[in-house]
């Protein structure tokens, strides 16, 4: 509490720092799940211990309903905030002033904030609940200043801490840092399918090829005797590959379902809960 205290105090000197706050779980990386419930249903929950207003205006949550939390050890102990989501799992129509229970203790919800990535970019919004952290249980601090003065913030941040708490390691962090991961595994997904499709195409072609110079060679007399006779060249291409085709279309009607089964029911389910929608195109 009193290393925030002074490291809060000392970077708040800095105008391009617009804000800071304190919070005893950080949004997306580091809640924890309870399970909530009113008179008539229950659910699984993410709750966090965050610094009222401040954190929540730090950290861009906008409050859509009720009131902020007021700076009193009976918000602390006995109100919450709510997400848009929660309202809509546990069908509260009339949210402010409802009584919902945490495990074994009774909230009275006071306001409803917008619903943020707490799975970040790939997880579906879960019910997220807000409790007030009092000031001597703050882990984290957090700071909000603009895009482009980040490098300098960091790096003052970083100095300011070695100066007043030289002790203790720096172990400052951006909040996009959270999705990181994400994005790295999104783009190495991308890669491991760009190259396993070229691979496909480049032996299914190879495959193919081998298969249509057989059937030619195969068949070389009987293409003589056609040509002879009078038989045009579209003719002749149209016999030979005729077979060839009727087996590429049912490749294609059976990769295509395939493609679209594992696509709809497990990529965009478990891996990519937010994705544009699929149209024949990428199938065909």
Known sequence: PQDYRVFSQA???NPEIKSVAGSVQQIGGGTYSQTASTESSEIQTQVAQVGGEAYL?????????????????????????????????????????QQVTLDSTRYTIV?????YKEYGLHGLVPPCV?????????????????KDKLPQVTKYLQSTWHQLIPNVPYRGYLQSD???????????????????AIVTLLLSASGLFAQISLNI??????????KVLGASILQIIGLINREFIRILLIAFVAGSTLGYLF????????????HPTAGPAPYI
């Open 11 to 13: 970077v708040q000197q």
């Open 57 to 97: 205006n730090s950290m861009g949550i906008r409050l859509v309903q009720g009131r902020h939390f007021y700076n009193t050890n009976a918000d602390a102990d006995a109100s919450i905030l709510v997400n848009e989501t929660f309202l809509q799992r546990l069908q509260i129509k009339q949210p402010i002033g």
């Open 111 to 115: 306001g409803v904030v917008n619903d």
């Open 130 to 146: 807000l409790r007030m952290a009092k000031p001597d249980e703050y882990k984290f601090m957090v700071v909000r200043t603009d």
């Open 178 to 196: 959270l999705i990181e991961k994400e994005i790295r595994m999104t783009q190495a997904f991308k890669s491991i399918a760009f190259f396993l």
């Open 217 to 226: 060679d195969k068949r070389n007399k009987e293409i003589g005797i056609r």
């Open 263 to 274: 696509t709809s029911k497990f990529i965009f389910r478990v891996i990519y809960q937010y």
